[in-house]
T-cell receptor, first 113, second 115 residues
Framework: GQSLEQPSEVTAVEGAIVQINCTYQTSGFYGLSWYQQHDGGAPTFLSYNALDGLEETGRFSSFLSRSDSYGYLLLQELQMKDSASYFCAVRDQENTGFQKLVFGTGTRLLVSP | DAGVTQSPTHLIKTRGQQVTLRCSPKSGHDTVSWYQQALGQGPQFIFQYYEEEERQRGNFPDRFSGHQFPNYSSELNVNALLLGDSALYLC??????????????FGPGTRLTVL
């Protein structure tokens, strides 16, 4: 089967740093993506890791360890607008050769003043 | 440059009815994927269309069907609606096949309520 586990909720204050973890178990693995979704909005792409290591994009960084089936999203200098749900998603390839995204259940981040 | 658009934004149906949801991909994109997102959950993959054919399917019954048109737009059809079909239906577009899922662009979704 396929499963991705994330904490259900994380709270932090403005200016702080927060890490959202994701552990996964899939039949095939071709990379880990992160998406942000504000209430009532569409998921928006944040980052993608195909190889082990850290990818940095502005205030956001994402890390992957394929040997540990683990990744995390690091958000620095938190702002109120970062309050949203964050989803990790695995690119999983079926025997047909076509790939699909498998999403975790999401982590709700609440940033307070 | 228009992003992914979906229609309608909201829809209310009763059990047993049929519904059609529509999606226009981002300009330059040729692959459309559909997802179902229940309240408080992550998006669940329904199926993916490329070159007017269904290329990949998730664990959804045959009541869920789709179509892609030559202009790359797509429709999602759900027959014999159940209460459990109430959800946000998201369309995502990308380019190509295997390399496309690094980044998917999502539309605002259609909120379907089944009474």
């Amino acid at each position: 089967g396929q499963s991705l586990e994330q904490p259900s909720e994380v709270t932090a204050v403005e200016g702080a740093i927060v890490q959202i973890n994701c552990t996964y178990q899939t039949s095939g693995f071709y990379g880990l993506s992160w998406y942000q979704q504000h209430d009532g909005g569409a998921p928006t792409f944040l980052s993608y890791n195909a190889l082990d290591g850290l990818e940095e994009t502005g205030r956001f960084s994402s890390f992957l360890s394929r040997s540990d089936s683990y990744g995390y999203l690091l958000l620095q200098e938190l702002q109120m607008k970062d309050s949203a749900s964050y989803f990790c998603a695995v690119r999983d390839q079926e025997n047909t050769g076509f790939q699909k995204l498998v999403f975790g259940t999401g982590t709700r981040l609440l940033v307070s003043p | 440059d228009a992003g992914v658009t979906q229609s309608p934004t909201h829809l209310i149906k009763t059990r047993g009815q049929q519904v059609t949801l529509r999606c226009s991909p981002k300009s330059g994109h040729d692959t459309v994927s559909w997802y179902q997102q229940a309240l408080g959950q992550g998006p669940q993959f329904i199926f993916q269309y490329y070159e007017e054919e269904e290329r990949q399917r998730g664990n959804f019954p045959d009541r869920f069907s789709g179509h892609q048109f030559p202009n790359y737009s797509s429709e999602l059809n759900v027959n014999a609606l159940l209460l459990g079909d109430s959800a946000l239906y998201l369309c995502a577009s990308s380019t190509g096949l295997a390399g496309s899922l690094n980044e998917q662009f999502f539309g605002p979704g259609t909120r379907l309520t089944v009474l």
